[in-house]
């Protein structure tokens, strides 16, 4: 049974996108992880570190930041495949609060999306 009214078809084109998506990012995470390494190594090698060095990053906000970048890739891995399981188990396409149909445009500009938009809305936070 498809999900959410969606065509096996339109299934099959967002199990393709999401698996794109899905492999370029596992290529960013292998490429940040080779840096994470030399970083890593450079740390513990004793380089010269020097935190009050004007002209550059030191290791440790380089760590810092790619540190940060890692975890958001690895968040967003963890999204793309709850999309993929969601469609393995007949649900994609489904607003995982409300139980409605996630629109279209919304799948379309978030294939990974697991609220419909107003539940998305909902759901964030409030800055006052």
């Known amino acids: 049974m498809p999900s959410a009214g969606l065509s096996a078809a339109t299934l099959e084109h967002f199990d393709g996108v999401l698996h794109t998506q899905r492999d370029e990012l ?5 490429q940040l992880d080779a840096s994470l390494d ?5 740390r513990s090698g004793g380089s010269s570190d020097d935190e009050n ?11 810092s930041q790619m540190s940060g970048v890692h975890e958001d890739f690895a968040g967003k891995l963890a999204e793309i495949d709850s999309a993929l399981s969601r469609i393995a188990e007949g649900n994609f396409g489904i607003c995982a609060r409300c139980g409605e149909r996630i629109g279209r ?12 938009i107003d539940c998305a ?3 964030e936070p409030r800055h006052t």
């Open 105 to 116: 445009a919304r799948l379309d500009a978030r294939p990974s999306a697991e609220f419909c």
């Open 121 to 123: 809305r909902a759901l």
């Open 26 to 30: 596992l290529a960013e995470l292998q």
């Open 38 to 42: 030399d970083v890593r190594t450079a």
């Open 53 to 63: 060095d004007p002209e550059g990053p030191t290791l440790s906000s380089e760590w």
